[in-house]
T-cell receptor, first 115, second 111 residues
């Protein structure tokens, strides 16, 4: 079984619709992250959470919100989707790590298309 | 503002050749520099990483070279194989407790 799972894997939606992407992990990690990947831009951090009560904005949080329902679950919502939110979205997890090396473990990604 | 600049954007190498990907950073607070490898349809996965107190780290055919004074680091893939064809991301981690990624390099190794 995969350690970090994302649902759905693919989603096509229309402008203005509310979308939720879900992430679950069985690694027992405290820290969870949401990134989006666009060609030529690499991975950009949307939100991150170091524990259930700790939510932080990343580089590109505008238009997104998150919920950390439990240690193992971290959801990303697009309240009103727009076409430039079309991208590949990744969830990742990490432990506190030794000497702060912060190795992150990524899920398989969700490909979102907003028409 | 891109804090980690990566080049080239794409790279084509013959089997057995050396692949070299370069990254440069601005923030001197970064203290951990990993490389991630991503195959099509998969999430990125940690390949190799280095701290700035050493100038080189080697794991099998993969080597990171680090130049602290120039604020640059590079990934060298020796004896490149078709199975190495993937997208490679450099990254940097520091006091902000976040990974900042480069823009990625798509490597194609021709058989």
């Amino acid at each position: 079984d995969a350690d970090v799972t994302q649902t759905p894997r693919n989603r096509i939606t229309k402008t203005g619709k509310r979308i939720m992407l879900e992430c679950s992990q069985t690694k027992g990690h405290d820290r969870m992250y949401w990134y989006r990947q666009d060609p030529g831009l690499g991975l950009r951090l949307i939100y991150y959470s170091f524990d259930v009560k700790d939510i932080n904005k990343g580089e590109i949080s505008d238009g997104y919100s998150v919920s950390r329902q439990a240690q193992a679950k971290f959801s990303l919502s697009l309240e009103s989707a727009i076409p430039n939110q079309t991208a590949l979205y990744f969830c990742a997890t990490s432990d506190r790590g030794k000497r702060g090396n912060n190795e992150q473990f990524f899920g398989p990604g969700t490909r979102l298309t907003v028409l | 503002q891109q804090q980690v600049k990566q080049s080239p954007q794409s790279l084509i190498v013959q089997k057995g050749g050396i692949s070299i990907i370069n990254c440069a950073y601005e923030n001197t607070a970064f203290d951990y520099f990993p490389w991630y490898q991503q195959f099509p349809g998969k999430g990125p996965a940690l390949l190799i990483a280095i701290r700035p107190d050493v100038s080189e780290k080697k794991e099998g055919r993969f080597t990171i070279s680090f130049n602290k004074s120039a604020k640059q680091f590079s990934l060298h893939i020796m004896d490149s194989q078709p199975g190495d064809s993937a997208t490679y991301f450099c990254a940097a981690y520091g006091s902000a407790r976040q990974l900042t990624f480069g823009s990625g390099t798509q490597l194609t190794v021709l058989p």
